[in-house]
């Protein structure tokens, strides 16, 4: 199904990237509190976990509804398993399911999906179709630049024109090669150097295409120099070391909408973890995309060190979040 691209462009401005082991259902509702038009991924799922463990599909899918439009990462490339995992997430509640092609993992390596797709975009178009013939909400596909040592623009040109021409008109770009084999995830996430022209000459290539640049975004001065050029920035890591990024770019894009002042979201917080202590969840799992939120503040020392005490957060009391708040003074 095509859907309307100024729609798409809307919720594309501001996102924060999938990350494997940060963004799961805790995370994404804290991001939600710091703003409610950031565009929330959740970490990556493989169809074979879903797939294979259809009885427990809560267990992987399940998220707080919230505003935000959260987008469901699917790792895989048979086209029926991606289909019937994405029929799993519109059933869940998500509002967007985007097709992994990105990844540079070893694991996903001898999966021979995410980055590695690249190499095969006849297959990739086969799964964005399969996927849109199923459901009723947007398909996705985020990639890299490139593979390895070719850093030909044709080759990602013709990769993203081989799925433009079965429907897909969203492209989450990596604006770097992958480099499979060689680099852990980490340096994939610094090596080779960032190449945003190739991003821009995409826009010019499908310009009804939305097109949102990924990698090396740090400051409002960037993210403006990025906008002006295509349709969406994506952060990852940057936002997971300071949380309050979300914060300050909403601000800045969105004037209009005042985002929740940070007491009020300490108590969401607060209140939010009493609710799911009760229901058996580890009181770490709730605090640990909140540790980094006072990142660069008077305070933030403590506030890290008390809410990453283990032995506090074994008792499971939810007010440690509140003891917390009041070590920062600075507010």
Known sequence: MLVNSEIQKKCRKFSVAPMLGVTDRHCLFFYSLLSPNVNLYSEMIVTSALVNNVGSLHKYLYFNHIKNHVVLQLGGN????????ASFGEFFGYKEININCGCPSDRVLKGSFGASLMNRPLLVADCFKAIQDTVSIPVSVKHRLGLNENFSYAFLR????TIYDVGCRVFIVHARNAILGKLNPKNNRNIPPLNYEYVYQLKQDFPDAVIVLNGGILTLEVVNSVLEKVDGIMIGRAVMNNPLIISNI???????????????IIHIMTEYAEREVSNGVPLWSIVRPMLNM?????????????????????????????????NMSVF
């Open 158 to 161: 013709d990769f993203v024109g």
């Open 78 to 85: 048979n086209p029926l398993d991606l289909a019937r995992s």
């Open 250 to 264: 909403s601000s800045a894009l969105w004037p209009d909408n005042i985002p929740y002042k940070l007491d009020k």
């Open 294 to 326: 006072f990142k660069g503040f008077k305070g933030a020392k403590t506030w890290r060190n008390i809410l990453s005490d283990q032995s506090k957060l074994k008792k499971n009391n939810p007010e440690i979040i509140i003891s917390a708040w009041k």
